[in-house]
């Protein structure tokens, strides 16, 4: 390699760190002229630093003190909650354009292209709502254990944050993640594609063993109910053998700190490696019982639809699945030179053992590095250098787990999925870019 092609290359961020009030209005009136106004907007600000530096013998910036440099700063009371920095205003949670909000019923999509190693501040965590967030006060809230136990038994939040608890680290993904793609939609930008999946410090106690309190039924009770206190009652049945592993926790804490009211505040279950309309929000009842239930969004939504018309139900666990997040859609390299691409890979099944990344649409492909920790059903990061020479590439990458599942392309999924399906969609991101730098969405079968 010579000295050229070790030039760092520069990427510009997605649009969306650069977005006003008016910019989101302008979504309206047609995708194109929006994109075309925040990136020239973008464009303006980062070029001005470089128009700088060559017009002068060295940089302003460094051979002059800034005013923060000789003067007093804000004071340790300024911020009692720690806020991030007013030039990070850009990278929040947005809602799809191309989704309709119903009453409460919305999502909000973590911006994927900001983050950095496996963990998601909780202000970015994506959300989803059946019947919109209550803050819910925590001295009137109430878990009920009932069905196919001896002793059915209520536990205050007191009672229950006097446990053993255990900290652990998992991600949580909704089911429709990625769901827009099954039909052809490219959405722009990587926040929009997969921004429905988080990976977060949970605190709390085992769900075991607080049936085990109960005495609950393990011969016969081979499922439970899970029940929040939201509008929507939202109630989704569990397979007793995820409880009996340990692993599903009733938790209040999330990284560190008591869950945020949007993410079901005081009290969720966490259902590792499951999709995430099965971590119950504002939990208020467990029921143990000897069969699945069937409730509403059991046997209307949150079914497969396979190409011969039938459905499949309780297909809940997220398969292993991988997405490039620099360089992604909406981003622009701004010179040639040596990048570092980087991404996040995941699976409901266990530890990701290995992530192979191709520039060249899937003709060749590479090993990344994966950062640790390496944690089971757990986001993993992973790194892989790249010289990119100024003619067109499409990026790809293609995660494997310790069960020996390799994530499908589009062709495979869709051979034996077909396409009118919404959820479990895993197959393999493309994203393409071309001579002027700018990388767009696009599907490679």
């Known amino acids: 390699m010579d000295k050229n092609e070790f030039r760092l290359g520069r990427v510009r961020p997605a649009p969306e760190n650069f977005l006003t009030d008016e ?10 002229d929006f994109l075309r106004k925040a990136l020239l907007g973008a464009s303006a600000a980062m070029l001005a630093p470089a128009a700088a530096r060559a017009a002068s013998d060295g940089d302003p910036a ?3 003190l800034p005013p923060w440099s000789t003067s007093l700063g804000m004071p340790v009371a300024s911020h009692p909650y720690g806020l991030p920095s007013k030039y990070e205003r850009g990278l929040v949670r947005r809602e799809s354009p191309g989704l309709t909000r119903v009453g409460g019923s919305s999502v909000a999509f973590t911006p994927l292209q900001g983050l950095f190693g496996i963990i998601t501040p909780s202000g970015l965590h994506f959300e989803r709502h059946h019947q919109g967030w209550h803050d819910v006060d925590p001295s009137a809230h109430r878990l009920m254990i009932n069905g196919l136990v001896k002793t059915n038994s209520v536990f ?14 998992h991600f949580i993904e909704c089911g429709a993640n990625t769901g827009m793609e099954w039909g052809n939609v490219a959405v722009p930008t990587v926040q929009y594609s997969h ?12 769900l075991k063993a607080i ?4 005495g609950a039924d393990y011969r016969k009770g081979r499922f439970i109910l899970a029940e929040g206190a939201d509008g929507s009652s939202m109630t989704r049945t569990i397979p007793m053998e995820l409880v009996e592993s340990g692993e599903v926790l009733v938790a209040y804490g999330m990284n560190g700190e008591m869950l945020r009211p949007e993410n079901g505040y005081p009290l969720r279950l966490v259902v590792p490696g499951v999709q995430g309309v099965s971590w119950v929000k504002w939990l208020r009842r467990i029921e143990v019982g000897d069969k699945p239930w069937a409730t509403k969004d059991e046997a209307v939504h949150y079914m497969d639809l396979l190409p011969d018309g039938q459905h499949r139900q309780y297909t809940s666990v997220q398969e292993c699945k991988s997405v490039i997040t620099t360089p992604s859609g ?5 010179d040639k030179g040596f990048y570092n691409i980087s991404g996040m890979a995941w699976s409901g099944r266990g530890k990701v053992s290995r992530v192979d990344v191709s520039t060249d649409g899937g003709i060749n492909w590479r090993p990344a590095r994966l950062e640790t920790p390496v944690l089971s059903k757990a986001v993993t ?9 100024g003619k ?10 310790e069960t020996g599942f390799v994530q499908p392309g589009y062709g495979q999924l869709r051979a034996a999925r077909g396409t009118k399906s919404i959820y479990h969609n895993n197959a393999i991101q493309s994203w393409k870019v071309v001579e002027s730098g700018e990388v767009s969405n696009v599907q490679v079968l």
């Open 62 to 64: 460094i051979l002059n």
């Open 330 to 334: 909406g981003q622009i390299l701004l």
């Open 211 to 214: 049936l085990d309190m109960c």
């Open 23 to 32: 910019d989101i209005q302008a979504v309206q009136a047609g995708r194109r």
């Open 392 to 401: 067109p590439a499409i990026l790809q990458s293609r995660a494997a787990d």
């Open 195 to 206: 921004g429905m999946l988080s990976c977060s410090e949970f605190t709390g106690v085992p």
């Open 381 to 389: 990061r992973f790194n892989i250098d790249w010289v990119w020479d």
């Open 156 to 169: 205050t939040m007191d009672d229950i944050m006097r446990l053993p608890s255990v900290s652990r680290v």
